[in-house]
């Protein structure tokens, strides 16, 4: 691999790494709510939570880059309070990757958060147990298998992202250029080679960690029936 090709691997789990830790701080209550709430707008939100599975990469990436642009409302509203728009930049990346990988976080949970219960928090209120409390010692628990495949899926799309990347954030070396546009850059050289050494070290890593996910699920389940 060449510098510019361990530069892209670093960017890549850099990105991946803060997306999945982002999304686990923003899904977990937005699961929650979705597991327990009885509001119509529910559906309204899960179809929006959903809407990156159907949706073509390249077509949410376009809106985030309006968006995040220097003309966007959230580029003009940074360059009004004298920062800078998040076009083409890793902040960018960001928040477009944890859009892109929503799903993957807020669907395990709330099924785990389902499959938990509410007779289990009842209990532990009458114990005298706060919500939060509650919440990290019965429910978290109960609901492990849900956020170690929660977290290992988002961490996995995003290192395998490429239109919504392309589109926010370019093909900038050392800021925005991912693996996935590195093998991108190689097959349009005819490198197939180098193209060779990063997609089969992506498909292995892709498969290993889809075997350790579900080797511990079914473990959790022998233990747990």
Do not use: C, K
Request: aromatic share 10%; charged share 10%.
């Amino acid at each position: 691999m060449s510098a510019a090709d361990w530069s892209a691997l670093w960017v890549t789990l850099a990105l991946a790494g803060v997306t999945t830790l982002a999304l686990l701080v923003v899904g977990t209550p937005l699961a929650w709510w979705l597991a327990r709430t009885r509001s119509r707008a529910a559906v309204v939100v899960e179809s929006v939570v959903a809407l990156p599975l159907v949706l073509p990469p390249t077509v949410l990436g376009f809106y985030m880059l309006v968006a995040l642009g220097p003309d966007g409302v959230v580029g003009r509203t940074l360059q009004a309070l004298g920062g800078h728009h998040l076009a083409f930049t890793f902040e960018g990346l960001i928040i477009a990757s944890m859009l892109y990988s929503l799903p993957f976080m807020v669907q395990p949970l709330r099924d785990a958060f389902e499959a938990v219960g509410a007779a289990l928090t009842e209990a532990a209120a009458t114990l005298r147990a706060g919500p939060w409390d509650a919440f990290f010692t019965v429910v978290v628990p109960m609901a492990r298998r849900g956020f170690v495949t929660a977290i290992t899926l988002s961490f996995a799309h995003t290192v395998g992202e490429f239109g919504v990347v392309l589109m926010v954030g370019g093909n900038i070396p050392g800021e925005t250029r991912v693996l996935s546009i590195a093998i991108y850059d190689h097959v349009e050289a005819f490198d197939y080679a180098a193209a060779h050494t990063l997609a089969g070290g992506l498909l292995v890593a892709s498969f290993v960690l889809l075997v350790g996910v579900y080797s511990a699920n079914r473990r959790y389940r022998v233990v747990h029936p």
